[in-house]
């Protein structure tokens, strides 16, 4: 299968960034949509995008798409498609759904019609009436939008914000893909500095460790296609071997996540030494208002409280006229900060030079970003010399 059509769905207003992901992986043909985007590639590219892709959701195969106007046409057409060039006699395949603007909008129905269409043509492969389901896992799903029905297989399992770092929780996380979301739409460059002053259990600097070390993040997990026989071993083997050559160990980070609440910052330096960058991040006790660097440049990015529960709005309205008095100081620095709090601009002090929405979970945000100036060409290339 050299040339097989794979979908990686994004967060809505990070398609771009995820686009950019798969073109640097070098998967040129890419069809960018709303929610997901679509690229032409081989068997390895299922291997490759898994652990690489940091900000998407999920890799699937797109198994077919037509217009299904009844449910005839569903089954029909979900029959015609190729099940048996991927799913073995012995696999589970159970159907998820979802029907938006649609004739065929009963979704138990649209699920029960193509399962049995796979059923119809796994049968006539395997000559058998009856398939036990104990094997690899294939989770195939129907989505109808405006009549149009996309078939698709996942091949992630676990969502891909599941790096495997994090098996301990904490309140309202920020999800490892839009934290990674976060650095990258930022300026911030391996060889600077990086603050998250607000950092909670630390997911912003892991991830900003894990992008300036260059290590894949799915490294440390698995997929729901490591099982499918249709996919040899041999491809995984050489994508992790490919991962872990391409990891930078030499380069020595400058990052630091600081929180007031050192139970949280406990939690931190577990997801940190998890992630295996414990020696990259340095984790402070340290409340923002006493907060300051020795360096001329560098990058703060933060996702603080929203206060989007009932009487916290006056403390997270002094909390970012706060962060606007302690940030004059970071005078030559770029500040990047999610939040869903209305008029933020004006509780900070200064309009964002630019800002971009973006979902935090259903929390429609902005990221607002402030830009200092580019670092002299002369700066030492040792940010640590700044001290």
């Not at 217009?67 to 696999?91: G, N, R, S």
């Not at 020595?252 to 139970?263: A, R, V």
């Not at 309009?351 to 929405?357: E, Y």
Request: glycine letters at 6%; charged letters at 25%; hydrophobic letters at 40%.
């Amino acid at each position: 299968m050299d040339h097989i059509e794979l979908i990686a769905t994004a967060p809505f207003g990070l398609e771009a960034v995820v686009a950019r992901e798969v073109k640097q992986l070098g998967y040129e043909d890419v069809t960018v949509e709303n929610g997901r985007l679509t690229f032409i590639a081989d068997l390895s590219a299922i291997c490759r995008t898994n652990l690489w892709l940091r900000t998407a959701d999920r890799v699937l195969v797109k198994m077919g798409s037509f217009t299904a106007l009844t449910f005839d046409e569903l089954f029909e057409q979900t029959k015609a498609l190729p099940w048996d060039e991927w799913i073995p006699v012995d696999a589970e395949f159970p159907v998820q759904g979802k029907s938006v603007k649609s004739r065929l909008f009963s979704v138990p129905d649209c699920q029960a019609i193509v399962k049995k269409a796979v059923v119809e043509k796994l049968k006539q492969r395997y000559h058998q009436e009856w398939f036990a389901e104990t094997g690899p896992r294939y989770n195939i799903e129907v989505a109808l939008l405006k009549d149009e029905a996309t078939l698709t297989i996942d091949t992630s399992g676990a969502g891909l914000h599941k790096r495997g770092y994090r098996k301990l929780g904490s309140t309202a996380p920020l999800k490892e893909t839009l934290a990674a979301a976060l650095v990258l739409l930022s300026y911030w460059r391996p060889e600077r500095p990086l603050i998250d002053p607000l950092c909670g259990s630390g997911t912003i600097p892991i991830e900003a460790a894990l992008i300036g070390l260059n290590i894949a993040p799915g490294l440390g997990r698995e997929f729901a296609a490591e099982k499918w026989p249709v996919i040899p071993a041999s491809l995984w083997k050489e994508a992790r071997v490919e991962a872990r050559h391409l990891i930078s160990h030499d380069r020595e980070l400058e990052i630091t996540g600081s929180d007031n609440d050192s139970e949280v910052l406990s939690l931190a330096r577990h997801h940190a030494e998890q992630a295996g960058v414990d020696d990259q991040v340095l984790f402070r006790h340290r409340s923002l208002a006493n907060y300051s660097s020795a360096y001329p440049y560098g990058c703060v990015i933060t996702n603080p409280p929203y206060g989007e529960r009932l009487g916290e709005s006056g403390a997270v309205e002094n909390l970012y006229r706060e962060m606007g008095r302690v940030f004059q100081a970071f005078g030559t620095w770029s500040f990047y900060i999610l939040t869903a709090y209305p008029g933020f601009e004006r509780l900070f002090g200064r309009p964002a030079d630019r800002k971009r929405k973006l979902y935090n979970g259903r929390i429609e945000c902005h990221y607002y970003q402030f830009f200092g100036p580019r670092p002299p060409r002369d700066l030492p290339v040792d940010i640590r010399q700044a001290e």
